[in-house]
């Protein structure tokens, strides 16, 4: 992702900057992108989708660091518009041809970062642990109703168009490295795994079941500037 590939190039300049280590009161401000990827069932639903945001960083303890972030995603790979339906009158399958499918994430979270050793100049490793709320509006429009009767169907009768809006619960946890390339700037790896307290709805008859909760990883870079 082309994101990424910049957040690395711009993390290997600033780690050549001068030696130093962030201490304990510094605060910073982070930027980072990540492929969201979701897991099991939600990924019927969806595919891997770019995700961006911001996050405020404090440096509480030699090894501890409180972050809280805000991250917007737009889902893709939504393949409504490929699946079909069969009709119980007639036994054929059929498509939507106007469907039109769509979700996205506005979310904040809070999350404590537990380095291995006390923050120096290189790689930290750390582990992470998190809560928040992930923020959803997941839309779907243009289905043929499939519960027609008659002999013949009627492709201009459609559902009802859905917006399923939630705010719901949300715990992360993971692991990742902190790469400190001075006293102000730090770049950041990290695999997180995000369980949304969240659901979308069913829709049996294009295949596709009840998600609950939603469950997907991120794998992200960042860099974070502190003073």
């Known amino acids: 992702m082309r994101v990424l590939k910049m957040v690395f190039l711009i993390g290997a300049i600033l780690i050549a900057a001068p030696a130093g280590a962030i201490e304990p009161g ?8 990540s492929a969201h990827v979701p897991l099991f069932k939600f990924a019927d639903w969806y595919s891997a989708s770019p995700k961006l945001g911001v996050s405020y960083n404090y440096m509480a303890t030699p090894k501890i660091m409180a972050e809280v972030e805000y ?17 119980p009158v007639d036994k054929q399958d059929y498509r939507s041809p106007s469907v039109d499918q769509s979700m996205s994430f506005n979310s904040v979270t809070a999350t404590g970062i ?6 120096e100049q290189g790689a930290n490793p750390y582990v992470i642990g998190g809560v ?3 923020g959803s509006n997941n839309s779907v429009s243009g289905l ?3 519960g027609q009767s008659g002999t013949s169907l009627d492709t201009t009768i459609h559902l009802p168009k859905t917006d399923e809006k939630t705010a719901a619960l949300t715990f992360s946890f993971g692991g990742g490295v902190s790469i400190v390339g001075s006293d102000r700037f730090m770049f950041d790896l990290r695999l997180r795994w995000n369980v949304i307290m969240g659901e979308i709805r069913p829709l049996e008859d294009w295949g596709l079941e009840k998600v609950f909760p939603m469950q997907a990883v991120d794998l992200t870079a960042g860099l974070k500037y502190f003073w």
């Open 71 to 87: 991250h917007y995603s737009a889902m893709r790979g939504g393949d409504l518009d490929a699946r079909s339906f069969t009709w």
């Open 132 to 134: 928040g709320f992930f």
């Open 144 to 146: 043929i109703f499939p």
């Open 26 to 33: 510094q605060s910073g401000l982070g930027f980072f992108g």
């Open 114 to 119: 537990l380095h291995l050793k006390n923050l």
